[in-house]
T-cell receptor
Framework: DTAVSQTPKYLVTQMGNDKSIKCEQN?????MYWYKQDSKKFLKIMFS???????INETVPNRFSPKSPDKAHLNLHINSLELGDSAVYFC???????????FGQGTRLTVV | GNSVTQMEGPVTLSEEAFLTINCTYT??????LFWYVQYPGEGLQLLLK?????DKGSNKGFEATYRKETTSFHLEKGSVQVSDSAVYFC????????????FGKGTTLSVSS
């Protein structure tokens, strides 16, 4: 039973398209995150939600819009995809009192 | 600001060699410290953690001690195996709202038999 699951695992799409990545966690955590890992493996926080409320919104183009319908789900929608958006996107979750994050398998997004 | 600095890789070792991956941090306050590991094609897994000064985290033969005086959290293993080949990330965070893990740039470890 996967703790943090993301779909899809791979996503290849053309420039200008709109795409979504879904994330679900079954750990009962109250905080969820989206991280971006670039081609050099560097990980950077994009967004964080606590109990469906956005609490971290880093300097990310407004083409990226997270949505949290409930505590167990955090989706990422990306409009007008650009070549530079190609990366691996990781969803994670944690309890707000420990911040020990559990990560999904990642979604490798390739924009062509 | 808060940041994590890791030694540059790649680190290449023979099986059964001793491993050290250096990690230092800059933080305003007292963070919790973590080591995560990423195997090829997979997500990150928590390897070990320490939440206060002088705590030692350990798991699967890996160890790291939270050193406040040197702001360090170096990862060590006495005898590496080929299966330890992966990317290792040092990270910090704070137990307060509005914070998330801040990662170092990662260190690639390659172990040959």
């Amino acid at each position: 039973d996967t703790a943090v699951s993301q779909t899809p695992k791979y996503l290849v799409t053309q420039m200008g398209n709109d795409k979504s990545i879904k994330c679900e966690q079954n750990l009962g955590h109250d905080t969820m995150y989206w991280y971006k890992q670039d081609s050099k493996k560097f990980l950077k926080i994009m967004f964080s939600y606590n109990n469906k409320e956005l609490i971290i919104n880093e300097t990310v183009p407004n083409r990226f819009s997270p949505k949290s319908p409930d505590k167990a789900h955090l989706n990422l929608h990306i409009n007008s995809l650009e070549l530079g958006d190609s990366a691996v996107y990781f969803c994670a979750s944690s309890r707000s009192d420990t911040r020990e994050a559990f990560f999904g398998q990642g979604t490798r997004l390739t924009v062509v | 600001g808060n940041s994590v600095t890791q030694m540059e890789g790649p680190v290449t070792l023979s099986e059964e060699a001793f491993l050290t991956i250096n990690c230092t941090y800059t933080a305003t306050g007292y963070p919790s410290l973590f080591w995560y590991v990423q195997y090829p094609g997979e997500g990150l897994q928590l390897l070990l953690k320490a939440t206060k000064a002088d705590d030692k985290g350990s798991n699967k033969g890996f160890e790291a001690t939270y050193r406040k005086e040197t702001t360090s959290f170096h990862l060590e293993k006495g005898s590496v195996q080929v299966s330890d080949s992966a990317v290792y990330f040092c990270a910090l965070t704070f137990n307060q709202a509005g914070t998330a893990l801040i990662f170092g740039k990662g260190t690639t470890l390659s172990v040959s038999s």
